[in-house]
């Protein structure tokens, strides 16, 4: 067979040798390989072509700058009518304020939290201290007298140095007929004693106050920034601005209100 093939292809070009002048010119044919498996010098698979690598990479940078903006124009945006923070300073503030103002002695009574609040050193060379509450039961008895119960017979003298020198001008006495009980004999208020306990509400007032003005700048100070930073709407921003400023004025208003009712308690007493 392959004889016969080598004979056609001489045939064919011995006739191409004797073609007339002017005819087109025809590549000669040329034998073919031994092996019929062998690939041709000139023969490329497209396939693995560098040029289509390329081609792949271009598009898929051209697909990744195609979604960046979609990305950028869905991120999220800020809520500026979000007064969380604000409302949380003035609830903690006026909540604060009332438990200050109920520990101040009202209408010739003596508040019982006033007692169990008070630092206890059960030894003098330590500087760690217990809350009086937590070594002795207190009871009051009467608008005139209250006792302590304590727990143990030791704390009876670092309880007593810890009522007499407190600012509450008290003195605890033993009782007679029972070793573990201390009586307290509360003395009618005075105009010291009521003038005293004023101050000490007004200036429970003005913290509570500033903890007010505090959380009103630190919602205003964001507001700023969503503006600058263009992370709400400018008509929002004014809106919400509008909003604070008026949570701020009744939070002024509870923390004042809560004052003025202690004050006149306090000036009656």
Do not use: W
Request: with cysteine; net charge positive.
């Amino acid at each position: 067979m392959q004889r016969i093939i080598t004979q056609s292809i001489r045939s064919f070009n011995h006739r191409l040798a004797a073609r007339p002048q002017g005819t087109q010119v025809l590549q000669p044919l040329c034998l073919l390989p031994r092996n019929p498996r062998a690939v041709p010098l000139n023969s490329r698979e497209f396939a693995n072509s560098p040029a289509l690598y390329k081609k792949k990479e271009k598009a898929k940078k051209a697909s990744a700058s195609a979604s960046e903006p979609e990305e950028s124009s869905s991120a999220p945006t800020e809520d500026p009518f979000d007064l969380s923070q604000l409302h949380n300073g003035i609830s903690t503030a006026v909540a604060r304020l009332k438990d200050d103002l109920s520990k101040l002695r009202a209408g010739g009574r003596f508040n019982t939290a006033v007692l169990e609040s008070l630092r206890v050193h059960l030894s003098k060379d330590s500087k760690d201290s217990v809350k009086l509450g937590d070594l002795a039961q207190v009871v009051p008895k009467g608008g005139r007298m209250v006792t302590l119960l304590a727990a143990e017979e030791d704390h009876l003298k670092p309880l007593t140095s810890a009522i007499v020198s407190s600012n509450l001008s008290l003195t605890p006495q033993p009782d007679p007929h029972n070793a573990l009980q201390l009586n307290i004999p509360i003395p009618p208020p005075t105009k010291e004693s009521r003038d005293k306990n004023i101050q000490a509400a007004k200036q429970a007032f003005e913290k509570a106050a500033g903890v007010v003005r505090d959380s009103r700048g630190a919602m205003h100070k964001r507001l700023q920034d969503m503006q600058k930073k263009k992370l709400a709407r400018p008509d929002d921003v004014r809106k919400a601005h509008d909003q604070m400023e008026k949570v701020t004025e009744q939070g002024q208003k509870e923390v004042k209100d809560a004052f003025e009712a202690a004050r006149k308690t306090l000036e009656q007493a």
